[in-house]
């Protein structure tokens, strides 16, 4: 059996100190404090180490990862990959680095900023690194770069049929999320699902950038709630809520509040902390009327619930404007049909003339 990686650290010494240089001329900037020991030698020399531990590693490797410091951060975020590895930590640039810990945590540190402790529980970090690909830049930036070009690169790359566009930062509230259907309330007690007023809360979480944006309806339900019976993540709607998630009203009801109050939960999982949706505490923001809306939307801001029929069905508006004296809105409905549909390429889902009686109650969440 490979011997564990146990004592790996940036600090110990893998290779010889390197000889002592002329100061770089003043019109070139270091790309590490002269002294240091080069960030991409010693991830080549760990990467080198830990393939010869367990050659196994390298056939998870994909081919976009171009150098060492990619493929380790990739070895690190991947359980399966990292299982027997023990713990370690090496370099990611000049000053950052990734700790694997023994309980299967990562650690991100970078100078400026608070580590990043992520569970790794969901894997969420292993879901950008997969699904965001060009990680050429990877060697020559800092770990709060790259998470803000990986959620960028992953949001704009990902198929995802609702919503507006990412911004290119992390933290942006404007994420696009692919919609899930609703299950239609029934009186079969083995039949599980979320309903309207459920789902349009997904929807407004997903457009936070506070889950990943493309959980599918079960997907959501087996890791937050424990409507199947099962607990997913520690962040999670618990039994008193299933069954509002399910339309029924006999139980705690998935009201503004209670969609804010989960969505602070949510700000201390991992997925929000990768697009910095974890920043700032999220309160409800009530919007008068449709003119309002469409500012919210114009000013780059995340979905919208309404409601139909004067509270007889919920959904989420992901962007209103105003065209030749007419205002559209589109619907991002999990009732109609999911994955919103678009009746030609570059067409907006759900878009719609909007109706008075038919788009009521319009309230966001937003954050401190």
């Known amino acids: 059996m490979p011997r564990p990686i146990a004592r790996l650290t940036v600090d110990e010494p893998l290779l010889p100190p390197p000889p002592v240089q002329p100061p770089p001329p003043r019109d070139r900037v270091e790309a590490f404090p002269r002294g240091a020991r080069d960030p991409g030698a010693e991830a080549a020399a760990t990467l080198a180490r830990l393939l010869e531990l367990k050659p196994s590693l390298a056939d998870g490797l994909p081919a976009h990862l171009a150098g060492p410091q990619a493929k380790l951060l990739y070895v690190a975020a991947h359980r399966e990959l990292s299982k027997g590895l023990g713990a370690f930590s090496v370099p990611i640039g000049a000053h950052d680095s990734v700790r694997l810990q023994p309980d299967g945590r990562l650690a991100l540190s970078s100078p400026g900023a608070p580590t990043l402790h992520l569970d790794n529980r969901h894997e969420d970090l292993a879901r950008l690194l997969d699904e965001a690909h060009g990680y050429e830049a990877l060697e020559a930036t800092t770990i709060d770069a790259l998470l803000r070009d990986a959620v960028h690169r992953f949001y704009v790359v990902g198929a995802f049929d609702g919503g507006g566009a990412a911004l290119n930062e992390r933290g942006g509230r404007a994420f696009t999320y692919a919609t899930i259907q609703q299950v239609l309330?029934?009186?079969?007690?083995?039949?599980?699902?979320?309903?309207?007023?459920?789902?349009?809360?997904?929807?407004?979480?997903?457009?936070?950038?506070?889950?990943?944006?493309?959980?599918?309806?079960?997907?959501?339900?087996?890791?937050?709630?424990?409507?199947?019976?099962?607990?997913?993540?520690?962040?999670?709607?618990?039994?008193?809520?299933?069954?509002?998630?399910?339309?029924?009203?006999?139980?705690?009801?998935?009201?503004?509040?209670?969609?804010?109050?989960?969505?602070?939960?949510?700000?201390?999982?991992?997925?929000?902390?990768?697009?910095?949706?974890?920043?700032?505490?999220?309160?409800?923001?009530?919007?008068?009327?449709?003119?309002?809306?469409?500012?919210?939307?114009?000013?780059?801001?995340?979905?919208?619930?309404?409601?139909?029929?004067?509270?007889?069905?919920?959904?989420?508006?992901?962007?209103?404007?105003?065209?030749?004296?007419?205002?559209?809105?589109?619907?991002?409905?999990?009732?109609?049909?999911?994955?919103?549909?678009?009746?030609?390429?570059?067409?907006?889902?759900?878009?719609?003339?909007?109706?008075?009686?038919?788009?009521?109650?319009?309230?966001?969440?937003?954050?401190?």
């Open 185 to 368: 309330v029934s009186a079969d007690p083995t039949q599980r699902g979320l309903e309207c007023l459920a789902s349009a809360a997904v929807h407004l979480w997903k457009s936070m950038g506070l889950v990943p944006p493309g959980l599918s309806r079960e997907e959501f339900e087996r890791r937050f709630t424990s409507i199947h019976g099962d607990r997913g993540g520690v962040a999670r709607l618990g039994p008193e809520f299933n069954r509002t998630l399910r339309g029924g009203r006999s139980e705690v009801r998935l009201d503004a509040a209670a969609t804010a109050a989960f969505a602070n939960t949510l700000r201390g999982d991992d997925w929000a902390k990768l697009t910095g949706a974890s920043q700032g505490r999220y309160f409800v923001r009530s919007l008068p009327g449709i003119d309002a809306v469409v500012k919210h939307f114009d000013q780059g801001g995340a979905g919208v619930r309404t409601s139909w029929a004067d509270g007889g069905h919920y959904f989420v508006l992901s962007g209103a404007r105003e065209k030749d004296g007419v205002i559209f809105v589109n619907e991002d409905d999990s009732l109609r049909g999911a994955p919103a549909s678009r009746s030609s390429e570059g067409d907006e889902p759900y878009s719609a003339p909007y109706e008075e009686g038919s788009h009521t109650r319009f309230w966001t969440l937003d954050r401190s």
